[in-house]
Antibody, heavy 114, light 111 residues
Framework: QILLLQSGSEVRKPGASVKVSCRVSGHALSGLSLHWVRQSPRKGFEWMGVIGPHTAETVYAQKFQGRVALTEDTSAETAYMELINLTSEDTAVYYC????????WGQGTHVVVS | IVLTQSPASLAVSLGERATINCKSSQSVLSSYGYGNSLTWYRQKPGQPPKVLIYWASLRESGVPDRFSGSGSGTDFTLTISSLQPADVGIYYCQQNSTVEWTFGQGTKVEV
């Protein structure tokens, strides 16, 4: 059973950045492809990017290229998503998620840009 | 890959069947030959999505057997054979046959 535990809600002003963490238990982070997805009422689910497995290689959605950075600290079994140059359009719930046979999701991190 | 769900909303009497469709703009057959990389979720307010069906037709552990998934290639269906009060929520299909995952826009199921 993989558990993904995300950091708490964040409030930022436009132009600022935010970094959300996702702690993995039940499986070695290094062996997972960890995806980041956000959800907003206006846009629904949007895939942002993926990191891993093994080499921490990243692939980003074109929409977020240059604004998002996915990193991981395998010693802490924790992955991070940093989004810069925030606007009100970035107000959303951000999820880390992975598939190991079935899908596993974090509880979500609400980011408000205002 | 674009996933189009229908209908956008659905009101079904308790005990009746609910059917949700998901059409993909291209095949979601896994390049590894494992099957169709299509997952069905239900989401309730303030909660993350809950996996119901994966690989298009496999029921997640603990999911009641009134939920079933079918289809292949580009056309998929989620069926709730006998709607119960706990089944209300928004249902989404999602494909992971490509690195860039995509989701349907959701189907709201009400009693």
């Amino acid at each position: 059973q993989i558990l993904l535990l995300q950091s708490g809600s964040e409030v930022r002003k436009p132009g600022a950045s935010v970094k959300v963490s996702c702690r993995v238990s039940g499986h070695a982070l290094s062996g997972l492809s960890l995806h980041w997805v956000r959800q907003s009422p206006r846009k629904g689910f949007e895939w942002m990017g993926v990191i891993g497995p093994h080499t921490a290689e990243t692939v980003y959605a074109q929409k977020f290229q240059g604004r998002v950075a996915l990193t991981e600290d395998t010693s802490a079994e924790t992955a991070y998503m940093e989004l810069i140059n925030l606007t009100s359009e970035d107000t959303a719930v951000y999820y880390c998620t992975t598939i190991d046979g079935i899908g596993y999701w974090g509880q979500g991190t609400h980011v408000v840009v205002s | 890959i674009v996933l189009t769900q229908s209908p956008a909303s659905l009101a079904v009497s308790l005990g009746e069947r609910a059917t949700i469709n998901c059409k993909s703009s291209q095949s979601v057959l896994s390049s590894y030959g494992y099957g169709n990389s299509l997952t069905w979720y239900r989401q309730k307010p303030g909660q993350p999505p809950k996996v119901l069906i994966y690989w298009a037709s496999l029921r997640e552990s603990g999911v009641p057997d009134r939920f079933s998934g079918s289809g292949s290639g580009t056309d998929f269906t989620l069926t709730i054979s006998s709607l119960q009060p706990a089944d209300v929520g928004i249902y989404y299909c999602q494909q992971n046959s490509t690195v860039e995952w995509t989701f349907g826009q959701g189907t709201k199921v009400e009693v």
